[in-house]
């Protein structure tokens, strides 16, 4: 039992929804879930206000903006996520180092200044959605290992928690910066669940044994016919692992 508790607290539910009408629900269902990811599709259609109603069921919020901007702004919003009790924020790597460490120092200062716990800072490397010969198409070089690796090495420099990256790089960033880094993963798919639009994907059990932190799983769970029961069925698959 509590090897599955464990695990339940490193699973991030995706509320890949556009209503607070379909999102409450859904956090009600999984009791067990505590973490749940509001994404930019449910912030542009409920804004701040859902999320004080997610604090109000206890839950944390993984607050997925990938904020992007230059620094002093991405400051200023990293300081309003403070305010609205964000557990995890994401901002891109490819924001350069400075506009990460102004983001790092915001959420230190206005947690003091809150009487508040700072968000975990968590940088994207390269989108799941991409492959090596769309990286080519916007100017990287066409590797995306490499690239997720600069990048996961620049926010380190920078003072970040941790990076979002696919899992395929779970291990690249493990063998080259350690554990000082969070791993944080989505493209995740029971294998029982189809792909969709991730195009690097890997199962549950086998990003855990990678070394990934968390895991986030959104159309799986919350498309099932029963959430409840596809989060358990990833837990039992977890815990046979």
Not at 10 to 25: H, K, N, Q, W
Not at 88 to 99: D, I
Not at 159 to 188: A, F, H, M, N, Y
Request: charged share 30%; with cysteine.
């Amino acid at each position: 039992m509590n090897k599955k508790m464990d695990l339940a607290k490193r699973i991030i539910v995706a509320l890949d929804v556009g209503s607070r009408e379909e999102a409450l629900p859904l956090i009600r269902q999984l009791e067990g879930v505590e973490i749940f990811k509001v994404g930019l599709k449910l912030f542009t259609a409920e804004g701040p206000s859902l999320l004080k109603e997610v604090k109000i069921l206890r839950k944390k919020i993984f607050l997925d903006l990938k904020l992007h901007d230059i620094p002093n702004t991405v400051a200023e919003a990293v300081k309003v996520a403070v305010k609205h009790g964000a557990h995890m924020l994401t901002l891109h790597a490819s924001g350069g180092r400075e506009m990460m460490e102004r983001a790092v120092d915001a959420a230190k200062k206005e947690a003091e200044k809150e009487g508040t716990d700072k968000p975990l800072l968590l940088a994207v490397t390269i989108l799941t959605s991409l492959k090596d010969d769309q990286l080519q198409e916007i100017g990287m070089p066409a590797d995306t290992s490499t690239q997720v690796l600069k990048l996961a090495k620049l926010a380190q420099e920078a003072g970040v928690d941790g990076v979002v990256c696919s899992p395929q790089e779970i291990e690249i960033i493990r063998k080259e910066i350690g554990k000082d880094l969070l791993v944080v993963v989505p493209g995740i798919r029971p294998s029982w669940a189809v792909a969709h639009d991730q195009k690097r994907i890997m199962t549950p059990s086998l990003a855990i044994q990678k070394g990934a932190d968390y895991l986030v799983i959104g159309r799986p769970i919350i498309a099932a016919p029963s959430p409840q029961e596809a989060f358990l069925k990833i837990l039992d698959e977890l815990g046979d692992s």
